[in-house]
């Protein structure tokens, strides 16, 4: 008897002691699960919520090792998650982010809070007076820096149909710039290997952070979606410049701390120089894209005929 009580306090005494080795089942603020899956808990401050009943922007608070306080649209995947919220409410809530897609849900009101807009321009930094840009619309040349340290111009690409985008290379939501820049990688790797494409085509991403994004910088980034510089240029050049351009477009940009506030644009010029398509925001395909370049490339080929006399 006293051996199979020793037997069982000891067998009871290794059960506690794994118990207490396993980690807690507690959900961290931030880590990743086998799919690659990074957990945040976050608070902000609602700004705007969109029609579309699945979106809504958010000033938020510091993600510790993630990202710095900003404001940002994010997607639910619930409507739900959304009732009820108004601009200027408080809330808490889980943001999920994996390698291609991020979304929040466990959204709570908190309590109401002051919205604090950022500056529309800081009083120090010049900008220029632009008109807004609209499909048919030529498109003014700007002057760049590439990420070979060369000077390039929109101008010459003259000819050829451009797709335009912009980003920054430090923006850490998967859905944002890197969606944006995996879009280009598969529209340049179908143009490139389509029987019968054309040839007179050109993509363009534009960082509108010059002073971290130096030639050196973009290179790097350049080179992680494998692409061919006779096809795909990396660029920035002085903000003045990059104010004027992301105005044509609507597309406000505010630095805050180590990040951007912005929103997204891809626009496609045609091989005349002029807009012939806008993408708003990151819905588009990059088969949409690969077709809108193709019908660009084909505007060059548009010759007028010389006028003919009916004879009667």
Not at 12 to 27: D, F, T
Not at 92 to 108: H, K, L, N, Y
Not at 123 to 141: A, F, K, T, W
Request: proline share 7%; net charge neutral; hydrophobic share 40%.
């Amino acid at each position: 008897m006293k051996c199979f009580d020793f037997l069982a306090i000891t067998l009871l005494s290794c059960a506690l002691i794994a118990c207490r080795e396993e980690p807690a089942k507690v959900l961290p603020t931030a880590g990743k699960g086998q799919t690659n899956q990074q957990i945040f808990f976050v608070k902000g401050v609602v700004k705007k919520l969109d029609s579309n009943g699945k979106t809504v922007t958010i000033q938020h608070e510091e993600v510790p090792n993630y990202m710095p306080a900003m404001t940002m649209p994010f997607e639910v995947k619930d409507s739900k998650e959304l009732q009820g919220l108004q601009p200027g409410d408080a809330v808490s809530f889980r943001m999920s982010v994996t390698p291609d897609q991020a979304w929040i849900d466990q959204v709570q009101k908190t309590g109401v809070a002051q919205l604090n807009e950022p500056p529309s321009r800081p009083s120090i930094r010049l900008i220029r007076d632009v008109e807004p840009l609209n499909v048919g619309d030529v498109m003014p040349d700007y002057r760049f820096t590439n990420e070979l340290g060369q000077a390039v111009g929109l101008s010459d690409f003259k000819g050829q149909a451009l797709a335009l985008t912009f980003i920054f290379t430090r923006c850490p939501m998967p859905d944002f710039c890197p969606l944006v820049s995996k879009n280009f990688a598969a529209a340049y790797l179908q143009l490139s290997t389509m029987p019968n494409a054309p040839t007179n085509w050109h993509l363009l991403s534009i960082s509108f952070d010059p002073h971290f994004d130096t030639p050196a910088v973009l290179k790097a980034y350049a080179e992680s979606y494998h692409y061919d510089t006779k096809r795909w240029s990396f660029v920035t050049g002085a903000m003045i410049d990059i104010d004027a351009i992301t105005e044509q477009f609507n597309l406000p940009i505010f630095k805050q701390g180590e990040n951007w506030d912005h929103k997204l644009r891809t626009a496609i010029i045609d091989a005349q120089g002029r807009v012939q398509k806008i993408f708003i925001y990151n819905q588009w395909k990059p088969q949409e894209l690969v077709d809108e370049i193709i019908k660009a490339a084909s505007v060059v080929e548009r010759k007028e005929l010389p006028a003919t006399r009916v004879s009667n």
